[in-house]
């Protein structure tokens, strides 16, 4: 996806310390409206989810609550833009390989 957007080491950091403003939070106060910071911010959300494993829907808002205040939206926007996937009832969650 990286290459697909153009998006360089240098673009990343700036725009992860634009967003998440307080060192050493995982606070995001604001949610990017361009593509391409979304993407940003949703790979480097997708981090706090490990590889293999199944979440319930109550697990992955768990994860994303202290995140963002709208967590609703973001595990939305995880699933439409391919960083995670969900089973056909909504039960089990999980990153997408």
Known sequence: MDE???ITLEEKERVLANYFKEEGTKRLEVFPSKEKKKIIILQHIAKNFLPQQSY???EVNAILKPI???HVSVRRYLIEYGFM???NDCTSYWLKR
């Open 85 to 87: 996937e969900r089973s």
């Open 4 to 6: 697909q957007y153009g």
């Open 56 to 58: 319930t829907e109550k």
């Open 68 to 70: 963002y205040h709208d």
